[in-house]
């Protein structure tokens, strides 16, 4: 989706190296979410944040760890702690509120271990 | 424990043909349900959308159907067109808490 970029589009790890992937939007959304996908799985939520300074775990968040020190910005960074950390990582974003409103999705990152 | 399921790995249709993709849920909180399309390498793109005060959603050649009695949402889309293989996702949500995803229908259509 415009407005969300998600960078690098690759990246490689090396064994006990911690590895940290952007999202940045210019939608001006409240809440980001980081999520993984693997092959024939569905998207698998590990963190969200709803305001700045503010983020809750989601159902995998062992091994991983974010920040939200600006609205803009929700970096995820994938410790040596995660076993098995090759996957293809996607970052959305939603407009928080009451009403019913999509996420928006970046064009992902794709991790891999050297 | 999948709260939003889609029993369908892959489905192949012929070009101008129905094509229709089935998605069944758990929760019986949930009261918003998605679809996204998504193409290799590149993030899900929002499609359709439909709240549970409301049992069908159209946009276009797409329409979303919700049978809250039986917990099934299903997207049709007619006619299918080439550009429309991709893989399609089902989500559902209680409204301001997370999103749950089915695992993905790949769609093929045979021109």
């Known amino acids: 989706d415009g407005g969300i970029t998600q960078s690098p589009k690759y990246l490689f790890r090396k064994e006990g190296q911690n590895v940290t992937l952007s999202c940045e939007q210019n939608l001006n959304h409240d809440a980001m979410y980081w999520y993984r996908q693997d092959p024939g799985q569905g998207l698998r939520l590990i963190y969200y944040s709803q305001i700045v300074n503010d983020f809750q775990k989601g159902d995998i968040a062992e091994g991983y760890s974010v920040s939200r020190e600006k609205k803009e910005s929700f970096p995820l960074t994938v410790t040596s702690a995660q076993k098995n950390p090759t996957a293809f990582y996607l970052c959305a974003t939603r407009q928080w509120g009451n009403s019913n409103q999509p996420q928006h999705f970046g064009d992902g990152t794709r991790l891999s271990i050297l | 424990d999948q709260q939003v399921k889609q029993n369908s790995p892959s489905l192949s249709v012929q070009e101008g043909r129905i094509s229709i993709l089935n998605c069944d849920y758990t929760n019986s909180m949930f009261d918003y349900f998605l679809w996204y399309k998504k193409y290799p390498a590149e993030g899900p793109t929002f499609l359709i959308s439909?709240?549970?005060?409301?049992d069908k959603n159209e946009d276009g050649r797409f329409t979303v159907f919700l049978n809250k009695s039986a917990k099934h949402l299903s997207l049709h889309i007619v006619p299918s067109q080439p550009g429309d293989s991709a893989v399609y996702f089902c989500a559902a949500s209680v409204v301001g808490n997370q999103f749950y995803f089915g695992t993905g229908t790949s769609l093929t259509v045979i021109p």
């Open positions: 439909i709240s549970s005060i409301k």
